[in-house]
């Protein structure tokens, strides 16, 4: 027998969802040509008569007038095409294949009743698969670690994925429904299609191979100290903005970082690279607990860059188990301004 299950929801958030049983009776048996739209009370109503023994005592129990329940049994059986109760004198009974479709009635009402039960725990946000978006390098943030660890409490059955990817690239799965949520920086703030809340801000300074004069130097480091050194950029199109702010600041210094050698995808990469000894870079301050003493990173003076770290989604998404993200992470829904 071939059932499907179709919601058809009403209006308002409030209303129930209407639940249709698709019955195709050609697979149900031989007494039946054709497909018939059988509602679960309907099914209902059947069980209680199955169970009653009478038509009578079926009425009483579901509190409606035996009339009405006399003709949505009729009903039933004129839309499967088949007799289901032989009626006797001292109440009713079903034929076989109405003993079938007491079978096959209570496992439906059962998986319903299971169904409507699971979609309301992922309508809270309980269950499900959440795709997080983060930048190479901040899978060790304390505060992610934090949300996740109170999201598998609060939902155990809950799955997290986790993916690296550079901002842009982030944002453009973000687009693309490929991912939920994702920590990025340097957004376009004229992009409505997304919505930013913002986590912490990140100071730029400078990395540097332990074993440089100039991560020693008891001075306070300028970016004129870096002028001929060798450096390790990353490329424009990877971040334009960031990009673009390195830049000016190294031509504020006196000398043009785009006439460096060496380049690395991400900021991960590059610390890679500084700890390798090849040249320094400019990275997140943050970054310094996870790398050792191959790395030391050092505040410029004249090097003002900054960014906002956020948790973006697209806007228009009223995904629960989104919010459930956020709030584990002790941010609102919604930014106050949106």
Same mark, same amino acid.
């Given at each position: 027998?071939?059932?499907?299950?179709?919601?058809?929801?009403?209006?308002?958030?409030?209303?129930?969802?209407?639940?249709?049983?698709?019955?195709?009776?050609?697979?149900?048996?031989?007494?039946?040509?054709?497909?018939?739209?059988? +509602?679960?009370?309907?099914?209902?109503?059947?069980?209680?008569?199955?169970?009653?023994?009478?038509?009578?005592?079926?009425?009483?129990? =579901?509190?409606?007038?035996?009339?009405?329940?006399?003709?949505?049994?009729?009903?039933?059986?004129?839309?499967?095409?088949?007799?289901?109760?032989? &009626? =006797?004198?001292?109440?009713?009974?079903?034929?076989?294949?109405?003993? +079938?479709?007491?079978?096959?009635?209570?496992?439906?009402?059962?998986?319903?009743?299971?169904?409507?039960?699971?979609?309301?725990?992922?309508?809270?946000?309980?269950?499900? &698969?959440?795709? =997080?978006?983060?930048?190479?390098?901040?899978?060790?943030?304390?505060?992610?670690?934090?949300?996740?660890?109170?999201?598998?409490?609060?939902?155990?059955?809950?799955?997290?994925?986790?993916?690296?990817?550079?901002?842009? +690239?982030?944002?453009?799965?973000?687009?693309?429904?490929?991912?939920?949520?994702?920590?990025?920086?340097? &957004?376009?703030?004229?992009?409505?299609?997304?919505?930013?809340?913002?986590?912490? +801000?990140?100071?730029?300074?400078?990395?540097?191979?332990?074993?440089?004069?100039?991560?020693?130097?008891?001075?306070?480091?300028?970016?004129?100290?870096?002028?001929?050194?060798?450096?390790?950029?990353?490329?424009?199109?990877?971040?334009?903005?960031?990009?673009?702010?390195?830049?000016?600041?190294?031509?504020?210094?006196?000398?043009?970082?785009?006439?460096?050698?060496?380049?690395?995808? %991400?900021?991960?990469?590059?610390?890679?690279?500084?700890?390798?000894?090849?040249?320094?870079?400019?990275?997140?301050?943050?970054?310094?607990?996870?790398?050792?003493?191959?790395?030391?990173?050092?505040?410029?003076? %004249?090097?003002?860059?900054?960014?906002?770290?956020?948790?973006?989604?697209?806007?228009?998404?009223?995904?629960?188990?989104?919010?459930?993200?956020?709030?584990?992470?002790?941010?609102?829904?919604?930014?106050?301004?949106?």
């Amino acid at each position: 027998m071939d059932f499907v299950v179709i919601w058809m929801m009403l209006g308002p958030a409030q209303a129930k969802p209407q639940m249709l049983l698709r019955y195709r009776a050609y697979t149900f048996s031989a007494y039946a040509s054709t497909g018939a739209d059988v +509602e679960l009370k309907q099914l209902r109503y059947f069980l209680q008569v199955c169970d009653s023994g009478s038509i009578a005592a079926a009425a009483r129990n =579901l509190h409606i007038a035996q009339p009405a329940l006399s003709r949505h049994i009729a009903s039933l059986e004129h839309q499967l095409g088949t007799r289901l109760l032989v &009626r =006797l004198p001292g109440g009713v009974v079903p034929t076989r294949p109405g003993q +079938e479709l007491q079978t096959l009635a209570r496992d439906i009402l059962s998986r319903t009743l299971a169904l409507g039960e699971q979609l309301k725990i992922a309508s809270h946000g309980m269950t499900g &698969r959440i795709r =997080l978006g983060i930048m190479p390098g901040y899978s060790a943030m304390p505060q992610l670690a934090a949300a996740i660890g109170t999201l598998r409490q609060q939902a155990p059955e809950l799955e997290i994925h986790v993916e690296a990817f550079r901002s842009s +690239e982030l944002l453009n799965l973000l687009k693309q429904r490929k991912i939920d949520v994702c920590l990025a920086a340097w &957004r376009s703030p004229f992009d409505a299609s997304f919505l930013g809340t913002g986590v912490c +801000e990140e100071t730029m300074g400078i990395a540097l191979p332990g074993h440089w004069p100039q991560a020693r130097q008891r001075k306070g480091l300028t970016m004129g100290d870096l002028a001929g050194l060798p450096m390790i950029m990353f490329p424009r199109e990877a971040s334009p903005v960031h990009y673009d702010k390195v830049v000016d600041a190294c031509l504020s210094a006196g000398f043009d970082p785009r006439h460096c050698r060496i380049s690395a995808a %991400d900021i991960q990469a590059m610390l890679g690279m500084v700890c390798a000894g090849l040249g320094y870079a400019i990275a997140p301050m943050s970054f310094s607990p996870q790398w050792g003493p191959g790395v030391v990173f050092r505040a410029a003076g %004249d090097l003002k860059i900054s960014f906002t770290l956020e948790l973006v989604r697209i806007a228009d998404d009223s995904d629960p188990l989104i919010d459930r993200f956020l709030a584990a992470w002790g941010l609102p829904r919604r930014p106050a301004d949106a």
